[in-house]
């Protein structure tokens, strides 16, 4: 097994600069998708997230900041990432030895590296560069009815850099959903969605407690929020992984269909859980606490479907 050496940067860039040259911090942008809304998609994960849930399938998504990750087992001792690094930061033993006073997470040791056995996760691209990858699938979403979605991470954790790519998506015809955990400021989530065509609101865990132990917050804001984009947003859907012993539950269930038929909102997506992603937490030096879990049966997540429907919702397995 590969070991796994782990650093940081310092933050995500500033977002105090206006227009085309506003900056956002991505790790990832996925073409081709079909899980992400409607029609053919485009997309985009943000770096950073107020929560960490224990079953993310995209951790590299949790930290705010970029992260420079050495796979020991890949290193062909060749030195060359010593030799480029600008900065004097890597120095050698039997292997490079990263000092993290001095990194400046600039990259060139992973575009150095012959191997990959350095990498960046994220980069900076600013609110141009990012349209123009995006309308490159733009024949894609006019046949399918498709577009590009925000996910992360949070979008609205960079809510001025996700505003300003709502604009240009706008300018441009280009559907836009966001994919949101809700742990976000009211004034912000609601200034953005008058931009937004389909939101995808995150809804894990209707007891508080329970939420704080699974997700590192309590879910009282999360509630707050998805009430009120409700009530002025015509387009929500409310997507609950489904994770077995955690929040599959009777209990659960109940206190959520009450929920969201008093926010007056209809579409629920169930999303079974799979550990899909476990194997990026042993790359990023993170413990993954769902271990040896098993994803909830076919047979399973059709009867909490079919619970759910008893309540009167649209429900739909698998998003």
Not at 194 to 220: C, I, P, W
Not at 269 to 284: N, Q, V
């Amino acid at each position: 097994m590969d070991t796994i050496l782990y650093t940081k940067s310092s933050g995500v860039p500033d977002q105090n600069v206006a227009g085309s040259d506003l900056k956002g911090l991505i790790f990832d942008v996925m073409r081709f998708s079909l899980h992400d809304g409607p029609g053919i998609r485009t997309t985009v994960f943000f770096k950073g997230c107020p929560l960490q849930c224990w079953w993310c399938h995209n951790p590299e998504g949790l930290s705010s900041e970029r992260e420079v990750v050495y796979l020991e087992g890949r290193c062909v001792r060749c030195g060359d990432c010593v030799t480029a690094c600008p900065h004097h930061a890597i120095s050698w033993t039997d292997r490079p030895v990263r000092d993290d006073a001095v990194c400046q997470k600039c990259g060139t040791c992973a575009a150095t590296c012959p191997s990959e056995a350095t990498q960046i996760i994220g980069r900076w691209v600013t609110v141009d560069q990012l349209i123009e990858e995006i309308s490159r699938d733009a024949l894609f979403f006019d046949e399918s009815g498709g577009g590009v979605t925000f996910s992360g991470g949070e979008p609205l954790a960079q809510a001025r850099f996700l505003e300003a790519l709502l604009d240009e998506c706008r300018e441009r015809r280009i559907h836009t959903a966001v994919e949101t955990c809700g742990a976000v400021g009211q004034h912000a989530l609601l200034r953005v969605s008058r931009k937004v065509d389909l939101f995808l609101y995150d809804l894990k865990l209707m007891h508080s407690g329970k939420h704080k132990q699974y997700t590192g917050a309590g879910n009282e804001r999360i509630l707050q929020n998805l009430v009120a984009l409700a009530n002025g947003h015509r387009k929500v859907i409310v997507r609950m992984p489904v994770i077995p012993g955690v929040n599959d539950d009777e209990r659960n269930a109940e206190k959520m269909a009450e929920f969201l038929k008093s926010a007056g909102i209809s579409q629920l997506d169930l999303l079974p859980y799979h550990d899909i992603g476990s194997d990026k937490y042993t790359r990023l030096h993170r413990a993954y606490r769902l271990e040896g879990l098993k994803p909830p049966s076919t047979e399973a997540m059709n009867a909490l479907a079919e619970r759910f429907r008893r309540d009167g919702l649209n429900v739909c397995v698998g998003g």
